[in-house]
């Protein structure tokens, strides 16, 4: 029964298909929708990216840097003027003073006219952007005619829905304070936060010299209380064997370099010269790595003499114990040298604490040697760079290119760590080779790819 009813089944198929069509229907499908115009759409595209990439926060930095330098040169112009007035003795001090004002003007005229000529170029920058913008603006609101469904108007709706809901829910769950850590004795108070960064300059040199330090002297000489100093590592981004000093901040930004380098020796590298980007200057000394050893090297800028100390038997160096994150290390940073209220420090690993930081005092002196030293339990290779402010060591952590966090601290007077600090820096380059902490104002000068950057540290 069933096998009677499948094939007549079949058979009929077979009939249908093979008999030939005789009506043939045709459809015309008229669209009274206007076609989207891709072309404007990508032009539109370009053009914004065009407009990302010109104005960038490196360029609203850049002019920021040089007012700072322009209103600190400014004060320091003026007491000068002062100390000359009242101290002209018509001989041999007034011209020299003069000479000094004189210098001091240069520099200035030279600050101003960098800071015009970037004023100029970025209200260029700002009326041509202007233009770009109001034209986006047009072609914008007239692609938005093709949206007869109304969904950008829905997704505009819903973006200003959750911005009220979010701005709401902040309004009774206020952002708590990042934990802070414990703090011993500290004049300024708790640490509590960073914020800039406020300088930020290529210096000199732009783009030539990837590793590197600067900052300023916690313990300067006589005359030289407002002068800079930087190092750079000419030699293969390892070794360096000079420090270039600025008699200003304002001298350092615009790259007008005096008194100018200060040599540690004819060779680079040789013995006791640099190697690493880890350096500080303390009391008109160069503290630093010295070459190819695991000791610590004092060099005075005045007797051009160099003192070396001894760090403990198994402590690392020649890059087998850097700061790293997961995607790089940097190298030859085995050693950390800083600075704070009471003086250097050196931040080092050692085999015998497994990689762990360990940190030891400086004693001052003839000769310089270790004073206290403590043991952490924070891996250095998990860390980007260390600083040290009040007696306490901080460390910091790559988070991602725009972004470092200090997120460890171990007090000194009490022993205490803590992991938790959540205290962020924002970058202008994605990474930071040196730190360093100047007690002189309470700022965080960082290297950066070539670039000097310093950030303001608060205090409660």
Same mark, same amino acid.
């Given at each position: 029964?069933?096998?009677? =009813?499948?094939?007549?089944?079949?058979?009929?198929?077979?009939?249908?298909?093979?008999?030939?069509?005789?009506?043939?229907?045709?459809?015309?499908?008229?669209?009274?929708?206007?076609?989207?115009?891709?072309?404007?759409?990508?032009? +539109?595209?370009?053009?914004?990216?065009?407009?990302?990439?010109?104005?960038?926060?490196?360029?609203?930095?850049?002019?920021?840097?040089?007012?700072?330098?322009?209103?600190?040169?400014?004060?320091?112009?003026?007491?000068?003027?002062?100390?000359?007035?009242?101290?002209?003795?018509?001989?041999?001090?007034?011209?020299?003073?003069?000479?000094? %004002?004189?210098?001091?003007?240069?520099?200035?005229?030279?600050?101003?006219?960098?800071?015009?000529?970037?004023?100029?170029? &970025?209200?260029?920058?700002?009326?041509?952007?202007?233009?770009?913008?109001?034209?986006?603006?047009?072609?914008?609101?007239?692609?938005?005619?093709?949206?007869?469904?109304?969904?950008?108007?829905?997704?505009? !709706?819903?973006?200003?829905?959750?911005?009220?809901?979010?701005?709401?829910? /902040?309004? &009774? &769950?206020?952002?708590?304070?990042?934990?802070?850590?414990?703090?011993?004795?500290?004049?300024?108070?708790?640490?509590?936060?960073?914020?800039?960064?406020?300088?930020?300059?290529?210096?000199?040199?732009?783009?030539?010299?990837?590793?590197? !330090?600067?900052?300023?002297?916690?313990?300067? @000489?006589?005359?030289?209380?407002?002068?800079?100093?930087? =190092?750079?590592?000419?030699?293969?981004?390892?070794?360096?064997?000079? =420090?270039?000093l600025y008699s200003s901040l304002s001298s350092l930004i615009v790259g007008v370099s005096v008194p100018g380098n200060v040599q540690i020796h004819s060779s680079n590298?040789?013995? /006791?010269? +640099?190697?690493?980007?880890?350096? +500080?200057?303390?009391?008109?000394?160069?503290? #630093?790595?010295?070459? /190819?050893? #695991?000791?610590?090297?004092?060099?005075?800028?005045?007797? *051009?003499?160099?003192?070396?100390?001894?760090?403990?038997?198994?402590?690392?160096?020649?890059?087998?114990?850097?700061?790293?994150?997961?995607?790089e290390c940097y190298l030859y940073t085995d050693l950390d040298l800083a600075t704070d209220e009471s003086g250097v420090w050196v931040i080092y690993t050692t085999s015998?604490?497994?990689?762990?930081?360990?940190?030891? *005092?400086?004693?001052?002196?003839?000769?310089?040697?270790?004073?206290?030293?403590?043991?952490?339990?924070? #891996?250095?290779? @998990?860390?980007?760079?260390?600083?040290? @402010?009040?007696? =306490?060591?901080? @460390?910091?952590?790559?988070?991602?290119?725009? +972004?470092?966090?200090?997120?460890?601290?171990?007090?000194?007077?009490?022993?205490?760590?803590?992991?938790? %600090?959540?205290?962020?820096?924002?970058?202008?380059?994605?990474?930071?080779?040196?730190?360093?902490y100047s007690p002189v104002d309470q700022m965080l000068h960082a290297y950066c790819d070539s670039f000097m950057v310093s950030y303001e540290v608060l205090f409660e």
């Amino acid at each position: 029964m069933k096998l009677c =009813v499948i094939i007549p089944l079949c058979a009929l198929i077979t009939l249908t298909q093979q008999a030939p069509t005789q009506d043939q229907c045709l459809c015309d499908l008229t669209n009274s929708e206007k076609a989207f115009p891709h072309d404007k759409l990508s032009t +539109v595209e370009d053009n914004a990216s065009k407009c990302n990439s010109n104005i960038t926060p490196k360029k609203t930095l850049e002019l920021e840097s040089l007012m700072l330098g322009l209103e600190r040169r400014l004060p320091q112009m003026e007491k000068d003027l002062s100390v000359l007035e009242r101290e002209d003795d018509g001989e041999l001090y007034g011209v020299l003073s003069l000479l000094v %004002i004189e210098n001091e003007l240069t520099e200035i005229k030279q600050l101003m006219d960098k800071l015009n000529m970037t004023s100029r170029r &970025h209200q260029h920058l700002t009326t041509d952007t202007t233009e770009q913008l109001e034209d986006l603006r047009v072609k914008m609101a007239e692609l938005q005619e093709y949206d007869t469904l109304q969904v950008v108007k829905r997704q505009q !709706a819903n973006q200003r829905l959750k911005r009220d809901l979010d701005q709401c829910k /902040n309004e &009774h &769950h206020p952002t708590p304070h990042p934990t802070q850590p414990p703090q011993g004795i500290c004049p300024h108070g708790k640490f509590v936060n960073i914020t800039g960064p406020g300088v930020y300059t290529a210096g000199e040199y732009p783009g030539s010299y990837k590793y590197g !330090a600067w900052g300023r002297d916690p313990k300067p @000489a006589v005359g030289k209380e407002n002068w800079y100093w930087l =190092v750079m590592l000419t030699s293969s981004n390892r070794y360096s064997n000079y =420090v270039r000093l600025y008699s200003s901040l304002s001298s350092l930004i615009v790259g007008v370099s005096v008194p100018g380098n200060v040599q540690i020796h004819s060779s680079n590298p040789t013995t /006791n010269t +640099v190697q690493g980007p880890n350096v +500080v200057l303390y009391g008109d000394a160069l503290y #630093y790595n010295c070459y /190819n050893k #695991y000791d610590v090297c004092r060099f005075n800028l005045s007797t *051009k003499t160099v003192t070396t100390m001894q760090l403990p038997k198994g402590t690392r160096f020649n890059s087998k114990g850097n700061f790293c994150h997961l995607d790089e290390c940097y190298l030859y940073t085995d050693l950390d040298l800083a600075t704070d209220e009471s003086g250097v420090w050196v931040i080092y690993t050692t085999s015998q604490d497994f990689g762990n930081l360990v940190l030891s *005092k400086v004693e001052e002196g003839e000769q310089p040697k270790l004073n206290q030293t403590w043991h952490t339990s924070v #891996y250095k290779q @998990a860390v980007t760079n260390t600083f040290m @402010a009040c007696g =306490v060591l901080y @460390a910091t952590r790559y988070v991602n290119k725009e +972004v470092e966090e200090i997120f460890y601290s171990f007090d000194t007077s009490t022993g205490v760590e803590k992991f938790d %600090i959540g205290i962020f820096i924002r970058k202008m380059s994605p990474n930071i080779y040196s730190l360093n902490y100047s007690p002189v104002d309470q700022m965080l000068h960082a290297y950066c790819d070539s670039f000097m950057v310093s950030y303001e540290v608060l205090f409660e």
